[in-house]
T-cell receptor
Framework: ETGVTQTPRHLVMGMTNKKSLKCEQHLGHNAMYWYKQSAKKPLELMFVYNFKEQTENNSVPSRFSPECPNSSHLFLHLHTLQPEDSALYLC???????????????FGAGSRLTVL | AQTVTQSQPEMSVQEAETVTLSCTYDTSESNYYLFWYKQPPSRQMILVIRQEAYKQQNATENRFSVNFQKAAKSFSLKISDSQLGDTAMYFCAFMNPADTDKLIFGTGTRLQVFP
């Protein structure tokens, strides 16, 4: 049990589909994050939620829509994606906003998304 | 803007040997945090070691140690007595405490440990 669980592990979707990625953490953390990991690129921070409130939207296109119903769950709703959106989407959590000092980020295993 | 550079896309080492992964960064801040994360084939990113810039002593975690050269803005990771389970992607990351939501990652180094 990693503490941060992401589903599905793999997702293939067409450009007109609507799907969602789910992240759940069992660590009692209050901050949750979505990162995008593309081949040969640095990880890109997409969204940050702190105590269910979105505190960061890193210029992400509106075809990605996050939802954080409570501190333990984070969703990423996907619609009308493009092939260049194919990537590994990583969820992470930390005790509170920021991951330095004792508040280190704990990551999930990611959802591998392929857009056809 | 801060940047993190990992100049070695791939490295390999024989089991039980020592390997050093390099990382350089660029910042005008004097206080910050540096991290090494490991991403094995299972894909879960795991924290290996972290360093606070105001601490002169190099961080150590069992077989993992860093060589932190603040003036040179260098933060290399040394893995001693390499094990097969060390095979993974290794990412160097930077965090500015004044902007603590953003972990800035390098592009990673793929390490292969051979028996």
């Amino acid at each position: 049990e990693t503490g941060v669980t992401q589903t599905p592990r793999h997702l293939v979707m067409g450009m007109t589909n609507k799907k969602s990625l789910k992240c759940e953490q069992h660590l009692g953390h209050n901050a949750m994050y979505w990162y995008k990991q593309s081949a040969k690129k640095p990880l890109e921070l997409m969204f940050v939620y702190n105590f269910k409130e979105q505190t960061e939207n890193n210029s992400v296109p509106s075809r990605f829509s996050p939802e954080c119903p409570n501190s333990s769950h984070l969703f990423l709703h996907l619609h009308t994606l493009q092939p260049e959106d194919s990537a590994l989407y990583l969820c992470a959590s930390s005790q509170e906003r920021g991951g330095a000092g004792a508040n280190v980020l704990t990551f999930g295993a990611g959802s591998r998304l392929t857009v056809l | 803007a801060q940047t993190v550079t990992q100049s070695q896309p791939e490295m390999s080492v024989q089991e039980a040997e020592t390997v050093t992964l390099s990382c350089t960064y660029d910042t005008s801040e004097s206080n910050y945090y540096l991290f090494w994360y490991k991403q094995p084939p299972s894909r879960q990113m795991i924290l290996v070691i972290r360093q606070e810039a105001y601490k002169q002593q190099n961080a150590t975690e069992n077989r993992f140690s860093v060589n932190f050269q603040k003036a040179a803005k260098s933060f290399s990771l040394k893995i001693s007595d390499s094990q097969l389970g060390d095979t993974a992607m290794y990412f160097c990351a930077f965090m500015n405490p004044a902007d603590t939501d953003k972990l800035i990652f390098g592009t990673g180094t793929r390490l292969q440990v051979f028996p």
